[in-house]
Every structure is written in structure tokens, then in C-alpha cells.
């Protein structure tokens, strides 16, 4: 049943996300204009559709004539990479690698082969995902509607001599994930714009596709923003790019930006956690739920941390 249930679940994470970050919205038009909830309800929904188009009618064109040129001269640059390769095979014969490299440049085109294919049933994908996002915002609509609804349907549950607990149970809930959820999504525009400039005034190529990658991988705490910095070093490997040293400069220099100024501001107590428990919760959460369990990952080990800290403050603790 969990199975079959596990879609509905992921369009439910995902909806109560996005109310999350929709919802201070909505409180703010109701005390400032004093507007009836279902007013300020359509009117922040509506803001929210307007912003989806116009970041649709913005990104989608520029990242589809990167992409699409980035997919002309991928051979390119994988005959650039192989070059690179037979070098680094020749600077590393004495430590018995060369073999495994052999063996990689020998699979490399089954591999792009198979590359091809993913990219093939993920563009099929889209079409579920297009239906997946029409059911999102139903969803984000209601949910918003009935937020305070829900949280007050939830207390109701819990017997009365506890619910000042629950009470306070929820306010750790709101304040790790609403926190972490807008405070990610401002370091990661600040991230990819910044990504994206940088690389542009270099003459870095797809400078606005590595930035929106950057941008998008900065979601992950620690993890994320290597892995986004490394299909822009393979490209560099190219003699019309900027070197690789300067690229991983960029990156570098980005993500200090990012820690010292950007994470401690923005996110606030959510990064009081250890940056060992950051990086386990995010493994764990990909193994159990992929890129949306990584997302979530730290905000749910704030909780954690919120009710332990909670419990510590209980009679039974203390006796």
C-alpha cells in the first residue's frame, strides 16, 4: 500500500513545500490589508501561478538553445576529454591505473549510448510531470486554503492535557522547514546568478545553464555544490573555454560566499546542526527517497533536534 501510495505522498511533500513558502505571503496580505482569507488566498495563488510563467517564459528558451547546443558540440568535447585522458593514462602508467583507463574510454561510447536512452525516457517523463504539476497546484491552492485548518485539525487530535506540546511540536516543524525551504531558495537564486555572471564575463560557454545547475544543486548542503561544479570542469577541459584552475576558482569562491554570508543569514538555526549530521541526514535521505529525500533531509534533522531538545526540557528528563 506504501508503494502504490508513494507517488501521492511526493505530490503531497512537495505541495506542503510550496504552501511552506507561500504562506507568510498570505499572512502578510491579511494583516496589512486586511483582506478576507479566501481573497488573500486567490490573490497569493495567483501571484504564485504568474511568477511559474514568467520563470517558464524566461529560463525554459535560453536553457533549451544552451542545452541544444551544448548536444551539437558534446563530440567535441568528448574527443577533448579522451585527449586529456590518454595524457593523464601516460602520466600515471607507473601507478598500474592505465588499464582501467583503457577500459573507460573503451566503454565510453556504450555509455553515451546509454546516456542517450536516459535522455530519451526522461523526455518522455515530462509529459507525467506535466500532469504531476496541474495536481500540484490543485493541491497547493486547498492546502493553502486550509492550512491553519489542518494544523488546528491536528492538535484537535492530540489529548488535551498535551497539546501545548503539540503546540509546540508544530512551531519546531514551521520553524525548521519554512525556514530552510525560503531560505534555500534565496541562497540558491543568489548562488546561480552569481554562478552564471561569473562565468559569462570569463567566456565560460552555457555560463546561464552551469548557473541554473549551481543554482539548483545548492539545495544540498555540502554535497550539492560539487557535484554541480563538475560538468562545468569537464568543459573547461576544451581549449576554448577558460582553464579548469579558474573554473574550480569560481566555484570555490562562490560556495565561501555561500558559508560564510549566505547559510548563517538565511538559513539561520537549521545550520546549528553538525556539519557530520548535515551530510549523513542528506546520504540517508537519498537513499530512502532520492533527490527529494536529500532535500529534505536536513530540515527533518532539525526537527529531530528541535523535539530532543524539547524532551530535555521535560520533568520525566529531568527526574
Same mark, same amino acid.
Given at each position: 500500500?506504501?508503494?502504490?501510495?508513494?507517488?501521492?505522498? /511526493? %505530490?503531497?511533500?512537495?505541495?506542503?513545500? +510550496? !504552501?511552506?513558502?507561500?504562506?507568510?505571503?498570505?499572512? @502578510?496580505?491579511?494583516?496589512?490589508?486586511?483582506?478576507?482569507?479566501?481573497?488573500?488566498?486567490?490573490?497569493? @495563488?495567483? +501571484?504564485?501561478?504568474?511568477?511559474? $510563467?514568467? #520563470?517558464?517564459?524566461? +529560463?525554459?528558451?535560453?536553457?533549451?538553445?544552451?542545452? =541544444? &547546443?551544448?548536444?551539437?558540440?558534446?563530440?567535441?568535447?568528448?574527443?577533448?576529454?579522451?585527449?586529456?585522458?590518454?595524457?593523464?593514462? *601516460?602520466?600515471?602508467?607507473?601507478?598500474?591505473?592505465?588499464?582501467?583507463?583503457?577500459?573507460?574510454?573503451?566503454?565510453?561510447?556504450?555509455?553515451?549510448? *546509454?546516456?542517450?536512452?536516459? $535522455?530519451? &525516457?526522461?523526455?518522455?517523463?515530462?509529459?507525467?510531470?506535466?500532469?504531476?504539476?496541474?495536481?500540484?497546484?490543485?493541491? =497547493? @491552492?486547498?492546502?493553502?486554503?486550509?492550512?491553519?485548518? =489542518?494544523?488546528?485539525?491536528? $492538535?484537535?487530535?492530540?489529548?488535551?492535557?498535551?497539546?501545548?506540546?503539540?503546540?509546540?511540536?508544530?512551531?519546531?516543524?514551521?520553524?525548521?522547514?519554512?525556514? @530552510?525551504?525560503?531560505?534555500? %531558495?534565496?541562497?540558491?537564486?543568489? !548562488?546561480?546568478? #552569481?554562478?552564471? +555572471?561569473?562565468?559569462?564575463?570569463?567566456?565560460?560557454?552555457?555560463?546561464?545553464?552551469?548557473?541554473?545547475?549551481?543554482?539548483?544543486?545548492?539545495?544540498?548542503?555540502?554535497?550539492?555544490?560539487?557535484?554541480?561544479?563538475?560538468?562545468?570542469?569537464?568543459?573547461?577541459?576544451?581549449?576554448?573555454?577558460?582553464?579548469?584552475?579558474? !573554473?574550480?576558482?569560481?566555484?570555490?569562491?562562490? *560556495?565561501?560566499?555561500?558559508?560564510?554570508?549566505?547559510?548563517?543569514?538565511?538559513?539561520?538555526?537549521?545550520?546549528?546542526?553538525?556539519?557530520?549530521?548535515?551530510?549523513?541526514?542528506?546520504?540517508?535521505?537519498?537513499?530512502?527517497?532520492?533527490?527529494?529525500?536529500?532535500?529534505?533531509?536536513?530540515?527533518?534533522?532539525?526537527?529531530?533536534?528541535?523535539?530532543?531538545?524539547? $524532551?530535555?526540557? /521535560?520533568?520525566?528528563? *529531568?527526574?
Amino acid at each position: 500500500m506504501l508503494q502504490r501510495l508513494s507517488w501521492l505522498v /511526493g %505530490l503531497l511533500l512537495v505541495s506542503t513545500l +510550496i !504552501v511552506y513558502i507561500l504562506h507568510p505571503l498570505l499572512v @502578510f496580505f491579511k494583516n496589512r490589508f486586511r483582506l478576507k482569507h479566501g481573497l488573500a488566498t486567490g490573490l497569493v @495563488f495567483i +501571484i504564485f501561478l504568474l511568477f511559474c $510563467i514568467l #520563470v517558464v517564459s524566461l +529560463i525554459v528558451p535560453v536553457v533549451y538553445n544552451e542545452s =541544444v &547546443e551544448l548536444v551539437d558540440t558534446f563530440p567535441h568535447y568528448i574527443i577533448r576529454l579522451q585527449f586529456f585522458l590518454s595524457w593523464l593514462t *601516460q602520466q600515471t602508467v607507473n601507478l598500474d591505473i592505465e588499464d582501467e583507463v583503457r577500459g573507460f574510454l573503451l566503454n565510453l561510447s556504450d555509455n553515451l549510448h *546509454q546516456a542517450v536512452e536516459y $535522455i530519451a &525516457e526522461a523526455s518522455i517523463s515530462l509529459i507525467g510531470g506535466a500532469v504531476d504539476f496541474f495536481l500540484v497546484l490543485f493541491l =497547493v @491552492f486547498y492546502l493553502l486554503y486550509d492550512f491553519q485548518a =489542518v494544523r488546528g485539525s491536528i $492538535i484537535a487530535l492530540v489529548p488535551k492535557s498535551k497539546r501545548l506540546l503539540a503546540e509546540e511540536v508544530l512551531i519546531i516543524i514551521d520553524s525548521n522547514v519554512g525556514t @530552510f525551504i525560503r531560505g534555500s %531558495l534565496l541562497r540558491c537564486l543568489i !548562488v546561480g546568478i #552569481v554562478t552564471g +555572471i561569473v562565468l559569462s564575463v570569463v567566456g565560460m560557454p552555457y555560463a546561464f545553464l552551469l548557473g541554473l545547475l549551481a543554482g539548483i544543486f545548492n539545495f544540498i548542503l555540502y554535497l550539492g555544490p560539487y557535484i554541480a561544479a563538475v560538468p562545468a570542469v569537464l568543459l573547461s577541459l576544451s581549449p576554448l573555454t577558460p582553464s579548469p584552475l579558474l !573554473v574550480i576558482v569560481i566555484y570555490v569562491a562562490v *560556495q565561501i560566499l555561500d558559508g560564510m554570508f549566505l547559510a548563517p543569514v538565511l538559513l539561520g538555526k537549521v545550520l546549528k546542526l553538525k556539519p557530520i549530521t548535515i551530510i549523513a541526514s542528506i546520504l540517508a535521505g537519498g537513499s530512502l527517497a532520492g533527490i527529494l529525500g536529500m532535500v529534505l533531509a536536513v530540515p527533518f534533522a532539525g526537527i529531530a533536534k528541535g523535539i530532543l531538545e524539547l $524532551i530535555k526540557q /521535560g520533568q520525566a528528563y *529531568q527526574d
